[in-house]
């Protein structure tokens, strides 16, 4: 099997991984830091203080770089867990130069291209490549989609996103690295290399439904790919702004109910260092798993009560007894993802929803009939003072409807943006980097 493309031009269309804080074993400061909100871009550097692999476990082994590599060692061969990017070499390197035996599995614990870019440098004669059967699907749709994801990752991970001239992005579809899996793994499957028992569960959690992990029971040890994320533990990104498929919050919950069942010892995540204790371990799963049920069941209370996806996102608020990291996703974000996963885009408020005319196609009228863009501006202005950044913003894209150079309007935009970035202090990553994006574009258009 041979990938077509570079891994580091495309890795970073699916990347959704290096903006989180990280994690690690109890004694290391990290570990206590981690729920303090660490800086988001960590896994730009992370490793670069290593010269090998670390040795996590007897006869485990981890690489780091912006995604890590695991290769548990065995007298009859090798078994690698996700492959980390193909252009950071080292990662695939140092595994080899722990033991150059062969590769007998493969495991890719998700179809994101930080994960399994490098598998040219592990898979040989015989060796079984092994994923979860929707992998094949998000594969395909993530690589079609290419041109797409790259401009919108852009936005998010402009450190390690490549700019492409507009007549080359359809030229991103055939870079995209594929690989062909030799085993699908839909529900659990098991096997046995060099004494050491491995078992193969499907995990369908954060990162999306094809996630595995690896279970090696005789040392407690799970691998978990991206299920929970990268901050354990965290609030699970159920729909990632930049784009991909909306993940399911029960499918998350029953595999957290599964891991809790393995009571696992370590957790050895794709990013970061691995999370070890099994107190903390399973205090942490038990709380995500119980915040993404609050919010599911308050969702489902409130739809079924008539009130409208808008009020949830204000009303519902995590108890602080659930209170997880929100660096990727955000509670709200949760909540508006839970209601359009059950209901669809039709929320019944307006018959103008079902139409392809949008509510800014009459923005430039709203604006004359109240006197024009200065008096639109003159009431986003009074709301922004009030404290009421989104409102004001809402009011100014009817004014720039109206006027798109409006110097007061764009001041006003700015100034909304600038207060929302203010109090979201930096700690989601999205939130974060959609608003620095617009302050620029905002910025430019007021001339610098």
């Given at each position: 099997?041979?990938?077509?493309?570079?891994?580091?031009?495309?890795?970073?269309?699916?990347?959704?991984?290096?903006?989180?804080?990280?994690?690690?074993?109890?004694?290391?400061?990290?570990?206590?830091?981690?729920?303090?909100?660490?800086?988001?871009?960590?896994?730009?550097?992370?490793?670069?203080?290593?010269?090998?692999?670390?040795?996590?476990?007897?006869?485990?082994?981890?690489?780091?770089?912006?995604?890590?590599?695991?290769?548990?060692?065995?007298?009859?061969?090798?078994?690698?867990?996700?492959?980390?990017?193909?252009?950071?070499?080292?990662?695939?390197?140092?595994?080899?130069?722990?033991?150059?035996?062969?590769?007998?599995?493969?495991?890719?614990?998700?179809?994101?291209?930080?994960?399994?870019?490098?598998?040219?440098?592990?898979?040989?004669?015989?060796?079984?490549?092994?994923?979860?059967?929707?992998?094949?699907?998000?594969?395909?749709?993530?690589?079609?989609?290419?041109?797409?994801?790259?401009?919108?990752?852009?936005?998010?991970?402009?450190?390690?996103?490549?700019?492409?001239?507009?007549?080359?992005?359809?030229?991103?579809?055939?870079?995209?690295?594929?690989?062909?899996?030799?085993?699908?793994?839909?529900?659990?499957?098991?096997?046995?290399?060099?004494?050491?028992?491995?078992?193969?569960?499907?995990?369908?959690?954060?990162?999306?439904?094809?996630?595995?992990?690896?279970?090696?029971?005789?040392?407690?040890?799970?691998?978990?790919?991206?299920?929970?994320?990268?901050?354990?533990?965290?609030?699970?990104?159920?729909?990632?702004?930049?784009?991909?498929?909306?993940?399911?919050?029960?499918?998350?919950?029953?595999?957290?109910?599964?891991?809790?069942?393995?009571?696992?010892?370590?957790?050895?995540?794709?990013?970061?260092?691995?999370?070890?204790?099994?107190?903390?371990?399973?205090?942490?799963?038990?709380?995500?798993?119980?915040?993404?049920?609050?919010?599911?069941?308050?969702?489902?209370?409130?739809?079924?009560?008539?009130?409208?996806?808008?009020?949830?996102?204000?009303?519902?608020?995590?108890?602080?007894?659930?209170?997880?990291?929100?660096?990727?996703?955000?509670?709200?974000?949760?909540?508006?993802?839970?209601?359009?996963?059950?209901?669809?885009?039709?929320?019944?408020?307006?018959?103008?929803?079902?139409?392809?005319?949008?509510?800014?196609?009459?923005?430039?009228?709203?604006a004359q009939m109240a006197g024009g863009a200065e008096a639109v501006v003159g009431r986003a202005a009074a709301r922004l003072a009030a404290g009421e950044p989104v409102h004001a913003l809402h009011l100014v894209e009817v004014a720039l409807a109206a006027e798109p150079a409006h110097r007061g309007a764009l001041e006003v935009?700015?100034?909304?943006?600038?207060?929302?970035?203010?109090?979201?202090?930096?700690?989601?990553?999205?939130?974060?980097?959609?608003?620095?994006?617009?302050?620029?574009?905002?910025?430019?258009?007021?001339?610098?």
């Amino acid at each position: 099997m041979k990938f077509r493309g570079l891994g580091v031009f495309m890795a970073i269309l699916t990347l959704g991984c290096g903006d989180a804080a990280p994690d690690s074993g109890p004694d290391s400061p990290k570990a206590a830091e981690a729920e303090e909100g660490s800086g988001t871009r960590d896994l730009l550097e992370f490793g670069a203080d290593l010269e090998g692999a670390v040795e996590i476990a007897p006869g485990v082994f981890q690489t780091r770089g912006t995604a890590n590599a695991q290769m548990v060692t065995t007298a009859a061969g090798n078994v690698v867990i996700d492959t980390g990017l193909s252009n950071q070499p080292h990662v695939q390197e140092w595994l080899r130069d722990v033991d150059d035996a062969p590769v007998s599995h493969l495991v890719l614990t998700h179809a994101h291209a930080d994960h399994y870019s490098g598998s040219d440098a592990f898979i040989g004669p015989g060796t079984e490549v092994i994923t979860h059967p929707e992998f094949l699907h998000n594969q395909r749709y993530l690589r079609e989609l290419a041109p797409l994801f790259m401009a919108r990752n852009a936005i998010f991970f402009p450190e390690d996103t490549p700019v492409i001239p507009g007549f080359l992005s359809g030229a991103t579809k055939r870079l995209y690295p594929q690989v062909e899996p030799t085993r699908l793994v839909s529900h659990r499957y098991a096997f046995e290399e060099g004494g050491v028992r491995f078992e193969v569960i499907a995990t369908p959690g954060a990162e999306g439904s094809d996630s595995l992990s690896v279970w090696l029971p005789e040392q407690r040890i799970l691998f978990v790919g991206d299920f929970y994320g990268h901050i354990f533990p965290m609030w699970p990104n159920l729909t990632t702004i930049r784009g991909e498929r909306t993940r399911f919050p029960k499918p998350y919950m029953d595999s957290i109910d599964l891991m809790l069942e393995l009571d696992p010892v370590m957790l050895v995540g794709s990013h970061f260092e691995p999370v070890e204790g099994r107190e903390r371990i399973r205090e942490g799963l038990v709380r995500m798993r119980d915040a993404v049920a609050y919010v599911e069941a308050a969702v489902f209370d409130g739809m079924n009560a008539g009130k409208d996806v808008y009020t949830l996102m204000r009303e519902i608020q995590l108890p602080e007894s659930l209170a997880v990291p929100e660096v990727h996703g955000k509670v709200s974000w949760g909540v508006r993802s839970i209601w359009e996963a059950y209901t669809g885009w039709f929320k019944l408020r307006s018959s103008t929803e079902l139409y392809a005319e949008p509510a800014n196609a009459v923005y430039p009228e709203l604006a004359q009939m109240a006197g024009g863009a200065e008096a639109v501006v003159g009431r986003a202005a009074a709301r922004l003072a009030a404290g009421e950044p989104v409102h004001a913003l809402h009011l100014v894209e009817v004014a720039l409807a109206a006027e798109p150079a409006h110097r007061g309007a764009l001041e006003v935009r700015l100034g909304a943006l600038e207060e929302l970035q203010r109090r979201g202090g930096g700690v989601n990553h999205y939130e974060t980097m959609w608003l620095r994006h617009r302050i620029a574009a905002t910025q430019e258009a007021l001339g610098g």
